[in-house]
């Protein structure tokens, strides 16, 4: 069964650096999305990705994150300079574009800041 | 999107019926009924949607009540690695197919053996 993949699947890095998440969609999705999950709390909509633009963001989705669809494959989740609250589980989910479609969610990248 | 209530944790004994209940008691009609699951910090892993009629696959069944104000999913031989929690979530049917999901906290479902 097709699925969505993520990688790293742990990501440790220092308080300021950049970090790149990456996602692989499900190969004929046409829909894409972030979503994080701070420990301990809800799972939480960070952006919608349709057609090379981003289609909705949520209020966390500040001008330190960026989206992008480099090549017909991945899908990569940027923070520019990562903060302590910005560690979390980042999840990427796709769907093929029908009305009643299901989004399918990847295993997620654990991000730790230090 | 309608919101939803669900209790915060239930237990069941593993081979028994888990019956998780959902209260979307503002849902309008054009918003469908979505049970989503997390195991252990997992990505949410679909389980199964209806708009108005009681649905079954492989994993679980909906049942919607006929005023659409509760529904329940039920696990029909619930197993430890069914130990999650499970979301209700409803979200409008329009436009195209890009839409977000709102997570509220969900129910931890707990199997003991």
């Known amino acids: 069964e097709p699925e969505v993949t993520q990688t790293p699947s742990h990501q440790v890095t220092q308080m300021g650096q950049e970090v790149i998440l990456r996602c692989v969609p499900i190969?004929?999705?046409?829909?894409f999305y972030w979503y994080r999950q701070i420990l301990g709390q809800k799972v939480e909509f960070l952006v919608s990705?349709?057609?090379?633009?981003?289609?909705?963001k949520s209020e966390i989705f500040d001008d330190q994150f960026s989206v992008e669809r480099p090549d017909g494959s991945n899908f990569t989740l940027k923070i520019r300079s990562t903060k302590l609250e910005d560690s979390a589980m980042y999840f990427c989910a796709s769907i093929s574009g029908g009305v009643t479609d299901t989004q399918y969610f990847g295993p997620g990248t654990r991000l730790t800041v230090l | 999107d309608a919101k939803t209530t669900q209790p915060p944790s239930m237990d069941c004994a593993e081979g028994r019926a888990a019956n998780l209940p959902c209260n979307h008691s503002t849902i309008s009609g054009n918003e469908y009924v979505y049970w989503y699951r997390q195991i252990h910090s997992q990505g949410p892993q679909y389980i199964i949607h209806g708009l108005k009629n009681n649905e079954t696959n492989e994993m679980a069944s909906l049942i919607i009540t006929e005023d659409r104000k509760s529904s329940t999913l039920i696990l029909p031989h619930a197993t430890l690695r069914d130990t999650a929690v499970y979301y209700c979530?409803?979200?409008?049917?329009?436009?195209?197919?890009?839409?977000?999901?709102?997570f509220g906290k969900g129910t931890l479902l707990t199997v003991n053996p």
């Open positions: 979530i409803v979200r409008v049917m329009s436009g195209g197919s890009n839409y977000k999901l709102t």
């Open positions: 190969s004929n999705h046409l829909y």
């Open positions: 990705f349709y057609n090379n633009e981003i289609s909705e």
